[in-house]
């Protein structure tokens, strides 16, 4: 398993642990993994496109990708 996937199960398991709602520091993430900030964004980005999760407050994939600030925190609910 890499870590991009490694990452994406962290992301889960935290919304889940949460009761379906978590707050992911953007950063932190990237900083644990050791992937760019920006892959963690996109990995976000994916898992919301899917539909496995929803990112509140988000209105395009593009503007999120390319204007969030870094170690930004991102709120994500697990889609039922």
């Known amino acids: 398993m890499n870590a991009t996937e490694m990452m994406r199960r962290e ?3 935290l919304a889940g642990a949460t009761r379906r709602s978590a707050f ?3 950063r932190r993430l990237s900083a644990f993994y050791n992937v760019p900030e920006r892959n963690v ?3 976000l980005a994916k898992l919301a496109d ?3 999760i929803r990112l509140a407050g ?3 994939k ?3 990708l390319a ?3 870094e170690g ?5 609910d697990l889609v039922d």
């Open 24 to 26: 992911i520091n953007t």
């Open 72 to 76: 930004a925190a991102v709120r994500i």
């Open 67 to 69: 204007n969030e600030p």
């Open 11 to 13: 992301i889960l398991r």
């Open 58 to 60: 988000w209105q395009s």
């Open 41 to 43: 964004r996109q990995e």
């Open 50 to 52: 899917e539909n496995v």
């Open 62 to 64: 593009e503007q999120f």
